[in-house]
């Protein structure tokens, strides 16, 4: 359970960014808490890095990862893009705007 923050007062910062976590919390708890912290029309951003077969190093790097980080788990656990079941908690608490999905290539 994700308890208010003593730390960030209500309505006292223009942006909150979940890297590559936000699946892991995702629940009407974490939302509200984002929500409480955020002055009016202030941004969410939830950012995760996938695997990129057109980049040989990217694929190379989630290839190694695979095998030995994480071997035998789901695909969906290394490529968040496969699993969505994170967004349910913004439909059962409609705080923020309709979600948006910004697609960046790697580059050098």
Sequence with gaps: MISPSPKFKERDTGAVISSQSFHFIANVTALREVNR???????????????????????????????????GCPEYFIDTLQDVSWQTCFREAPL??????HVMPWEK
């Design 37 to 71: 912290v955020l002055v009016p029309g202030g941004k969410f951003g939830i950012l995760f890095s996938v695997d990129d077969a057109a980049s040989p190093l990217v694929h190379t790097v989630f290839e190694v990862i695979r095998k030995y980080k994480y071997p």
């Design 96 to 101: 923020f705007t309709p979600l948006q999905a």
